[in-house]
């Protein structure tokens, strides 16, 4: 098996190496084992299904939380020549049928579904008929996270190992604190899985939060200091978006909004726009960003501060994926500390997960106030232990600076 997967990841996806980790996943899976892998964005995850998947022949069952990304994977996998199909309900009657055809007889090597398709008793049935050789999670912390009131089919996930006797699993994710990913290998695989956890460094991503006090003028000073870069901007609401993005472009920058409440062509044009063109600032909400895969983004500024460390965490990655040096720079106040509580307070959920919400919302606070290398901190969380990094802000700090202190030294001594 080594060999035929070093092939396909040669001739269908033209790359000579695996990255960290790739292999390790793989292997398991074309063992027969299942597997949660827990690796950085832009890690190369979808490798980790999709090689296996050509090795093993038959059918892979990909579930994917946005139809966006079921049909970025589908195009770049056809691109490639792989018969990868997806159903969904952003496709005409037509098209769902030609592609179940397809998947029916035998053609079709990836079908890309959403849980709440392929957790129907319909589509479990004709697809138990078919054979089926791995199944694949991928953003599997939504497992965890979103709770049984938004999409209760990612629950019923876990009666996938039962169905598909035999069969591989495997979950991905970007985002495993040690909860979630307990929580995903109790629901997911009941314990029976072999977790592989990846590095997190990005080492090329400077990490910096300041206090926040006048957002809008902080935020065109640190754009005009990345002049001509492409740079994701995130903001709490919607609204704010709207008039983050106003008031850059009424400043000479080339700035887009981005959130869920705008329609789709607009949507789906500011996007394209940002992923082809250089030196478009994308002002958004978190909305933006599940799975965009552009090498060039040199920064990624929250004017407000995330949900979690572990969002925050997935949505700086989103920055020097080319490996360049890139930034990533919070605000944070007060304002935003109450804010966030009140979300969670208000939350339809269980008690237990408001108090998990509450833990993991201290948690970023303390990466916010640390006096410690931040990289520390955050790799940290994540269960990996780090020097300090030399750069980020509080690291920067503590760097002697000639000028001021030799100046002050001396007008001591004088
Ligand atoms: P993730 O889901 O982990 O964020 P993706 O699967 O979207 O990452 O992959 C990120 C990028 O890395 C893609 O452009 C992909 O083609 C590329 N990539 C993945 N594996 C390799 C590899 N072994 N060699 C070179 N590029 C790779
Ligand atoms: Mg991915
Ligand atoms: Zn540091």
Aim: glycine fraction near 8%.
């Amino acid at each position: 098996a080594g060999d035929s997967k070093r092939r396909v990841l040669k001739d269908v996806f033209g790359f000579d190496d695996f990255r960290p980790g790739q292999a390790d996943v793989m292997d398991a899976l074309l063992a027969g084992r299942h597997v949660l892998a827990v690796m950085p964005t832009g890690a190369g995850k979808s490798l980790c299904y999709q090689v296996p998947a050509l090795v093993l022949g038959g059918l892979t069952l990909v579930v994917s939380p946005l139809v966006a990304l079921m049909q970025d994977q589908v195009a770049a996998l056809r691109l490639a020549g792989v018969a990868a199909d997806t159903i969904n309900s952003s496709l005409d009657r037509e098209a769902n049928v030609a592609a179940w055809r397809r998947v029916a007889s035998g053609q079709t090597r990836l079908l890309y579904l959403a849980p709440e398709r392929l957790m129907t008793e319909r589509m479990l049935d004709a697809l138990s008929r078919l054979h089926v050789s791995l199944i694949a999670i991928d953003e599997a912390h939504c497992i965890s996270q979103w709770g049984p009131a938004f999409r209760p089919e990612y629950e019923d996930l876990s009666r996938l190992r039962g169905i598909f006797a035999n069969v591989p699993i495997v979950a991905v994710t970007a985002t495993a604190d040690e909860s979630t990913r307990t929580d995903i290998a109790a629901r997911l695989f009941a314990e029976q899985v072999e977790t592989l956890v990846l590095g997190f460094d990005r080492p090329n991503i400077k990490l910096a939060i300041a206090p926040k006090q006048d957002s809008k003028r902080q935020l065109l000073g640190f754009i005009e200091r990345h002049a001509g870069k492409s740079g994701i901007i995130y903001c709490l609401s919607r609204k704010k978006t709207e008039e983050m993005a106003a008031f850059l472009k009424r400043n000479g920058v080339t700035a887009l909004a981005y959130h869920a409440g705008m329609n789709k062509e607009a949507r789906e044009a500011n996007q394209n726009a940002f992923m082809t063109l250089s030196g478009v600032v994308m002002v958004a909400t978190i909305a933006f960003g599940m799975g965009i895969d552009k090498p060039d983004v040199a920064y990624v500024f929250h004017t407000d501060m995330p949900g979690s460390l572990e969002a925050y965490y997935q949505e700086i990655g989103r920055a020097g994926r080319d490996g360049r040096e890139a930034e990533a720079h919070m605000l944070y106040g007060l304002g935003d500390i109450r804010m966030r509580r009140l979300f969670i307070d208000d939350e339809d959920a269980s008690s237990e997960h408001k108090r998990r919400s509450h833990r993991r919302l201290d948690t970023l606070i303390g990466y916010c106030e640390t006096a410690q290398c931040r990289r520390q901190v955050l790799l940290g969380y994540f269960g990996e232990e780090a020097q300090a990094c030399g750069n980020c802000d509080n690291c920067l700090d503590q760097a002697p600076r000639a000028d001021g202190s030799t100046e002050a030294r001396k007008i001591l001594a004088a």
